[in-house]
């Protein structure tokens, strides 16, 4: 698939400009205001149609600490 729709284009690039500033999804939605479910149904729809979409940005969920004594 080479050319867009403008509305894939519009997702997409909410798509990469997420995953570049290293935004998880659900951060990168509330800060532009989009609905996170709309986003995620468009980044799985865009890739069932063979466009290339960028890599989702997972913060790490635990930290390792070391205690000290």
């Known amino acids: 698939m080479t050319d867009l729709t403008s509305t894939q284009a519009f997702w ?11 935004l998880a999804l659900s951060e990168y939605a509330v800060e532009q205001r989009l609905d996170l479910a709309a986003l995620m149904t468009w980044e799985k729809r865009l890739a069932v149609q063979g466009v290339v ?15 000290v004594r």
């Open 53 to 67: 979409v960028p890599p989702r940005h997972r913060p790490a969920r635990f930290v390792a600490v070391e205690v």
């Open 12 to 22: 997409l690039g909410h798509l990469f400009h997420a995953s570049s500033r290293q």
